[in-house]
């Protein structure tokens, strides 16, 4: 078995010189998510990701726009969990909320009327992992986004090999478990997995690993008709990413979406492209958005 290595930190780390950068920020969130902090909440994922790696603007205190859009939260204990969300309960009314849940999480949306640059603050609660930060992100499919900020400790946790990745602008996987269809059968969580590939390089700027590259190879050579239909929904079910959903805005092969990503690489060779799908359309692009799953707030890909 192999051990996946997740780093901590604590504030004054000398390896996360900006972790006061961090805090600050933090500090500065709205009022909504301070309120959780008596409940050790566990921030994962693309928020903590973007305090640690994206670019700064204005007083330092604001992360440029477009590196996230919720915030992911994770509990150590059932406890903590069910604490929370009676706390964001009593937002609903106060705040102008809604709410949504599914049997593996719990998505918060608040109108912000007075913010121009987040006009709803969106939380999603994970029901389905409680534990450890290590554990938690473990179950993360990149390397690169399996970064865990918890604010009351100020510990901040990584996988080792994460900075590296941003550095050399490489997306990697970690445990992409969505993208392993059983037999034949391509599911909703194999095609959300394909267009996560293509979400976080598109956001960051990274190109695929070779890693990355073999595996959309492997399931290229099996699965080479793999197509997303406009209008059509696409929710993901189990695991950490369970109720994030996607809309299809127009009918398309995947791989001629994709093939951009994977023409560009390093390691690419017009010998990979086993069925024609990705070289006639390497002009076609594709984004993918992560989004409540509420239905009226679908965004497209």
Same mark, same amino acid.
């Given at each position: 078995?192999?051990?996946?290595?997740?780093?901590?930190?604590?504030?004054?780390?000398?390896?996360?010189?900006?972790?006061?950068?961090?805090?600050?920020?933090?500090?500065?969130?709205?009022?909504?998510?301070?309120?959780?902090?008596?409940?050790?909440?566990?921030? %994962?994922?693309? !928020?903590?990701?973007?305090?640690?790696?994206?670019?700064? @603007?204005?007083?330092?205190?604001?992360?440029?726009?477009?590196? !996230?859009?919720? !915030?992911?939260?994770?509990?150590?204990?059932?406890?903590?969990?069910?604490? %929370?969300?009676?706390?964001?309960?009593?937002?609903?009314?106060? %705040?102008?909320?809604?709410?949504?849940?599914?049997?593996?999480?719990?998505?918060?949306?608040?109108?912000?009327?007075?913010?121009?640059?987040?006009?709803?603050?969106? @939380?999603?609660?994970?029901?389905?992992?409680?534990?450890?930060?290590?554990?938690?992100?473990?179950?993360?499919?990149?390397?690169?986004?399996?970064?865990?900020?918890?604010?009351?400790?100020?510990?901040?946790?990584?996988?080792?090999?994460?900075?590296?990745?941003?550095?050399?602008?490489?997306?990697?996987?970690?445990?992409?478990?969505?993208? !392993?269809?059983?037999?034949?059968?391509?599911?909703?969580?194999?095609?959300?997995?394909?267009?996560?590939?293509?979400?976080?390089?598109?956001?960051?700027?990274?190109?695929?690993?070779?890693?990355?590259?073999?595996?959309?190879?492997?399931?290229?050579?099996?699965?080479?008709? @793999? /197509?997303?239909?406009?209008?059509?929904?696409?929710? /993901?079910?189990?695991?950490?990413?369970?109720?994030?959903?996607?809309?299809?805005?127009?009918?398309?092969?995947?791989?001629?979406?994709? /093939?951009?990503?994977?023409? /560009?690489?390093?390691?690419?060779?017009?010998?990979?492209?086993?069925?024609?799908?990705?070289?006639?359309?390497?002009?076609?692009?594709?984004? %993918?958005?992560?989004?409540?799953?509420?239905?009226?707030?679908?965004?497209?890909?």
């Amino acid at each position: 078995m192999v051990k996946i290595m997740i780093l901590s930190f604590t504030e004054g780390s000398k390896a996360i010189p900006h972790f006061q950068n961090i805090v600050d920020i933090h500090s500065s969130l709205p009022p909504i998510l301070q309120s959780l902090s008596e409940y050790n909440p566990i921030y %994962a994922g693309g !928020y903590p990701m973007s305090l640690v790696f994206a670019p700064r @603007i204005s007083s330092q205190l604001k992360i440029q726009t477009g590196y !996230y859009h919720d !915030y992911d939260i994770y509990f150590p204990t059932q406890e903590d969990l069910t604490g %929370a969300t009676s706390k964001l309960d009593t937002h609903l009314n106060t %705040a102008n909320g809604n709410r949504y849940e599914t049997d593996n999480a719990i998505t918060y949306k608040f109108n912000q009327p007075t913010s121009t640059e987040f006009p709803y603050l969106a @939380i999603q609660i994970i029901k389905r992992v409680v534990g450890r930060p290590k554990d938690i992100l473990s179950s993360f499919d990149f390397k690169n986004c399996a970064i865990g900020f918890l604010p009351n400790s100020r510990e901040l946790y990584l996988h080792k090999e994460a900075p590296k990745l941003h550095l050399d602008k490489k997306l990697d996987v970690l445990n992409p478990w969505m993208i !392993y269809p059983p037999e034949d059968t391509i599911t909703d969580n194999a095609i959300i997995q394909l267009m996560r590939f293509k979400k976080y390089c598109l956001r960051w700027g990274y190109s695929l690993s070779e890693q990355s590259l073999n595996l959309l190879l492997r399931v290229y050579k099996e699965f080479p008709d @793999i /197509a997303i239909h406009q209008n059509q929904g696409y929710t /993901a079910t189990g695991g950490p990413y369970s109720g994030i959903r996607f809309i299809g805005t127009i009918n398309q092969n995947l791989w001629s979406a994709m /093939a951009p990503l994977l023409t /560009a690489n390093e390691h690419w060779s017009d010998n990979f492209d086993y069925h024609g799908k990705i070289l006639p359309s390497s002009g076609n692009s594709m984004y %993918a958005e992560t989004i409540p799953p509420t239905g009226e707030n679908d965004e497209p890909f």
